[in-house]
Each structure stands twice: as C-alpha cells, then as structure tokens.
C-alpha cells in the first residue's frame, strides 16, 4: 500500500491513497472508504485517516477485482472495536459482474451461466463477490450504524437484509437504472424487481425510508405482474417514506438468443403502466414523501373515480421533489399548492417510434400553467419539451422565464433524436434559438449549471456557443448536445475530435478572462430512448459519445491548468478495472482501440464511398 501526504489540509481536502492489488496495479481511491487503508501506515496517518471518515464508509463496489482491499477493509473494521462502533453510515455503490446477461453478446453465454436466484430471475455470480457479500453481512452485524445505503444495480441480497432485520437504521434503496438514457443495456436483470423481491423488502419495511425501483410495465412470463405492483403499493404505505421512485421498464431487452429455451425471461413486450388500482385500494394515512417519482406511468386514461382516489394517496403539497413522464401529474400539485425545488419532465419525443408513454400528446399549455405557479424551482430537467419554455409569443415566454428564473441554479433542456441510417435525414430537432437563450440568460441570472441541445452546423455551433457564453456569464457546467454526425454534412460540418473540444474551450476562455466556467462537455448524439426503440433502430445509434473539457480545481489554478479526456473512454476502462469482461454500451475490452480513434478523428461527415471503409464498428451505444 502506497500513499501521498503533503500537509494534513491536503489529507482532508483530497483524502487520495492508493492500494496496490494482488496484481500490483495501483487503483487511485478518492472516497472515504480508502482512509481505513491508511490508518494502517503508521499512528500518526491513522489519526489523520480516521479524523476524515467522520463516521461515514461510502464507494464499497464488491467484485472479484477487488477481494483483496475489501476483504481487508472488512476485516479492520472488524477487528476495530472502537471503529466499528463510531461508524454510522455504510453505503454500497456497486456490485460488479452480477451476472447481467447482455443481448449482443448472447453467444458468449452458456445455459450453466443462466440460472435463476432467489428472486426468480437470473442473477449468477462468482464465488469471490458473494464471499465479500457475506464478510460484508458479517461486519454490518457488529456496528450500530445510523444509515445504511444501497445504491449497486443488483436487488439487495437476502443475506444483507436478514442483517439489516436486527439493525435499527435507515434503509435506502436507489434507483438503479440499467438502461437509462446514457448507457445501453439489453438485460438490466440484476434491476429489475420481481414477486419475490418486492415481498423480501417487507422485513426491513418498519426501517426504509427511501424506497426506488425498476419494475415491468407489463405481465410477461415468469411476472405476476399484478401480484408484484399489489406487494409494492402495500410495502410503500407499511414503510415510514421519504423517498419514494418508481420507474416502469417499458422494453427491458431487444432479442432472444437462439441458445436459451424459450421460457427464458429475453423478451419483455413494451407498454406503460395505465392502472394504480394497486395503490389506490389502500386504507390509511397518505403518503407523506418529499421525493416522488412515477415515470412510464400514465394518467390520459384514467376515469375521474381513480383520479379522486389519487389526490388523497399523496400529501402533494409535501413534494419538494418530483419526476413525471405524463403531465396530469402536475394537476395534483397545482391543486395541493405545491412549491417544488426540483422538477423532471420526460415527454414522448417527436416521430416516436412504437410504444409511447402517454396515450396522448402532451398538453404543453398543463404544463406552462403550472410552472407559473412555481416560484422556488432549483432545479428543472425537461427532455422533448421545446415548447414548455419556448412558444410564438416571446412576451408570454420572457414572464414565464422570469417567474421559475429567480432561483434557478441548474437546468436541463434536451431533446431526444430520432436515428435513421446514414442515408435517410435524421428528424430535425427543436432548438432554443440565440433570443431564446439571451431571454432565458436575462431570467436566470443564479444559474450554474446548463444542459442545452446546439446545431450542428460548425459554424452556427460556434455562434450558439458564444451566445450562451455571454448570457450566462456565472456558468460553472455547461454540456451542449449536438445532433448525430451523418454522412453528407461536410463541409457544413466536420468531424468532432477531442482537440476540437479543447479548442472551443480555449475559444470560449479568451472571450472572458474571468470566466468561472470549470467544466465543458460536448455530446455528439442527442440523448435518445433505449425503451422505446426498436433494435433494428439501436442499430443506427452509432458513434454517440460524450467529449468534455474541465479545469483543474485547486489553489494555484492557471488559466491553462486543464484536462481533456472523452468520457465513455474514462467510463469504460474504471469498469475494466473491476470487470475484465465488462461491456459498455456495445462496446467490448477489444472495442477500446476503436474508441481511441473515434476519439482523435471524430466520425465522417463526408458522403459515404464503395471503396471507403465504414466505421461500422463506430457503433457506440
């Protein structure tokens, strides 16, 4: 074990040590967790080390990649009385090589391989990650801890809960979403809830506060799917809740393998969840969550009867933070009074394709009528919602901008993108014109962070970028979303290379010396829907890739103090250190030359050549 230590301020800022594996790899550690690792230099380190837990172990990801620094971190705070005692919260980040079986890579499979756990769906794992499991179980018995927090994609195992049964702590359960709108992946199994998932959290209801999960929009298979969302809807009133997330997966994998029977669960049909006689039949107090999220759930449908029997489900007017994908939501916390600091909207896009998850189009003018309502907004999120902000009456526009802008310190504005082959025309999306976006500069003047879709033109994406520069001159966080690169754009467009990132941040920090921008981020690819595509579709959905440029934070910061790197690349090799197998996306360990050279050439925007070799292998996500 090896550490760096220039002062103790740098200890407490940084907290940085490594761990040297049975491979003799370094693994750099920035959280908590890696100070137990210290406290075993010498006294003075441990000192230092434990003055910087404060009680708290955060990061712990169990994998085979990692036996050695978790079992030795499991064994300190075993054997430390005195440790063990004052720790108060625990939190799991991840649980690594659980067994996700991912569609593309369906022939690497073997049917020994998929099996069925105690959750009634497939969840292999190697002997290494359930030992750290059990060690894990075992240190969390002796600790009289405050907190404890589950954030790993895979259900919480039953050893772990029967644990958690004899603790008197808060239970947190993230949301873990397999297939969100950043990464693609085929069988979020080690997510998804089942009969008997649900049913296992029941022993730990009286202690779980925070409740997220990912259940299936519709009966398939092996679901009861009815008998599923009745146990959730009982388990969410029997729990003391202050949180509570229900995501319903729409299409949770693309195909079938020709190698597995098929009573196999490969294929859910798509849908959305239409019917809340699940939550509604319930008796007593309502629910009184600050959090609330009930996405791929909609309302268009439903009879004025259960509409009554939800406004009393829910203290609406409690909810500080909320995320819907339909819009009649918001009639509850209109009704209720509700003043929200955090706000997320998920609408069907333009030209969707196959399933959508509102059985009609969205009511833009709900929606604006509510935000009116709205004068404590934080946080706002809208994706495929151009015209929630942004109408043909500018005056109408710069009030509404004007009334949700006071205290608005992040926003996301995006759109997702229809993909075709490169030879048919990708749908245009909706842009925030240059006006728009100085109106909305003039009503957020707190604003720090920024999301927002660009054009693809080189030159209008200069223009537009120098335009958002200057109106949002406090910016710490700005990510600017591009269309897909298609053949044909040349010379309107060039290729996007990690240079050309650098170059417009240097671009955009000569045009202000006092500029606080400390992060730039470039998406080539607008966030599309993996849950509502098509594989044939996901075909398409090539070269997609986040680019971003950041400075380095610290005391003696120089104008040229930066680092530039390609995100998925980063993303992909830290998964590698945990998983030597490990996918990204439909990316493999033998993808990563590829990605490199995505990285330095960009794609091609020039007409496509019979002689020309295709970057088919550009796939990304």
Known sequence: MVATITSLEAWKTYALCTYADSSSKKIWRTDRASMLGVILVCKHWQNIGQSILHSHI???????????????LFEIIKTNVALRNAIKKITVLDVVYSGSITGWNYREQTLDSVSYGPYGIMEPRS???????????????????????????????????????????????????????????????????TLESISALS????????LGVVVPA?????????ALLN???????????????IHAAMRVVYGRPHTVSSATPFEIPTGTIRHFDWITARDGSPLRVTDLRLTNMCLCKVNENTLAELRNIVRWGNLKTAHFTCARFLDFLSQEGSQLR???????????????SCAYPTDFSRVRNFLRSQTQLENLEITNGHATLFS??????????????????????????EFQPYWIPTVERDIPSITNV??????????????????????????????????????????????????GQYPKRTPFTLQRCLDLWKHLQALSSESPLRELRVAIGAMYDTERRDRDHLSYALCQRRLFVRRKVGHAEKNDDITAATVEIEEFETLLKYDKNATYGMWGPEDLKTLHEMEKNGSRTRQYEPHERLFSIQCRR
């Not at 990650?129 to 969390?140: H, I, K, N």
């Not at 949700?404 to 996301?412: K, M, S």
């Open 438 to 487: 100085q109106a909305l500069g003039l009503a957020c003047p707190y604003l720090r962070y920024l999301t927002i879709d660009a054009p693809w033109e080189d030159d209008e994406f200069l223009a537009y970028s120098e335009a958002i520069h200057r109106s949002f001159p406090n910016i710490r966080y700005l990510e600017l979303i591009m269309k897909l690169e298609q053949r």
């Open 58 to 72: 955060d990061n712990i990801i169990i994998c085979p990649e990692m036996v050695e620094s978790n079992m030795r």
């Open 218 to 226: 519709v009966s398939w298979d092996t679901f009861d799917h009815y």
């Open 231 to 245: 146990a959730l809807g009982e388990l969410a009133f029997e729990a003391p809740l202050r949180s509570l997330q």
């Open 203 to 210: 022993s730990v209801q009286g202690n779980l506060t925070k």
């Open 127 to 193: 002997q290494a990650t359930w030992d750290q499991l059990d060690r894990l179980a075992e240190v969390l018995s002796g600790t009289t801890l405050a907190i404890f927090i589950w954030s790993a994609k895979p259900r919480i195992p039953l050893r772990i809960l029967q644990i958690l049964q004899t603790l008197q702590c808060d239970i947190q359960l993230n949301l873990r979403e397999d297939y969100d709108l950043n990464h693609l992946s085929n069988m979020p199994c080690p997510s998804l809830e």
């Open 342 to 356: 955090s706000l997320k909207l998920e609408f069907d896009a333009k030209g969707v394709s196959g399933e959508t």
């Open 392 to 417: 043909e009456d500018l005056d109408s526009d710069e009030r509404l901008l004007r009334q949700i802008g006071g205290n608005l310190y992040c926003l996301t504005f995006r759109t997702h993108e």
